[in-house]
């Protein structure tokens, strides 16, 4: 039996964001994400921008949302996206507490603050292949004050370290998808 895959990161920012340092592989505008071709699991950041609230002042290209999320359901893995993001229901994807979807995936709502964000910042997480059972928060979940609304734009969308780890953790027990 060979060893699993570690998880590739996709739509990330290679140059700013953690997981290169975490040595993943890392599929950001340079390399395309939407080019990625598995076998790994995935750790998906699709823009949120024209899913959220502001979506009318966006100009990402929203298609790449919807990419991610069949590349999540090929692959195995997960996606981060805002909490309450338009995506769930354009991509009929479940909302926490709900049953799964047809794909196995099923939604966990956490709050990026719980890992060193210096704002709550709700997120929203889509599994896939990811055993609900496996599945931990973390024991001390502290309550940053911070808006992400003040804190620079280049800085809003950067994960944080421990978040990917914890990201990786997931990506990581995903059962092996077929294509």
Do not use: N
């Not at 995935?42 to 024209?50: E, L, S, Y």
């Amino acid at each position: 039996m060979t060893a699993p895959l570690p998880p590739a990161a996709l739509y990330v920012d290679v140059k700013r964001g953690p997981y290169a340092a975490l040595g993943l592989d890392c599929w950001g505008v340079e390399r395309d994400a939407r080019r990625y071709p598995g076998p790994a699991p995935v750790i998906a950041h699709p823009p949120c921008g024209p899913w959220g609230r502001y979506a009318h002042r966006c100009e990402q290209d929203a298609s790449l949302a919807l990419v991610a999320v069949e590349q999540v359901r090929r692959w195995g893995g997960v996606l981060e996206h805002p909490a309450h993001s338009r995506l769930w229901a354009a991509a009929g994807l479940p909302r926490p507490g709900e049953l799964p979807d047809a794909h196995g995936g099923y939604t966990l709502h956490v709050e990026q603050g719980w890992w060193g964000h210096a704002a709550p910042k709700t997120t929203w997480l889509y599994l896939v292949g990811v055993p609900r059972e496996a599945v931990l928060l973390p024991a001390l979940r502290p309550q940053p004050t911070g808006l992400v609304e003040r804190m620079a734009k280049t800085r809003r969308h950067l994960t944080p370290p421990d978040f990917a780890r914890y990201l990786v953790s997931l990506a990581s027990l995903a059962h092996p998808r077929t294509p």
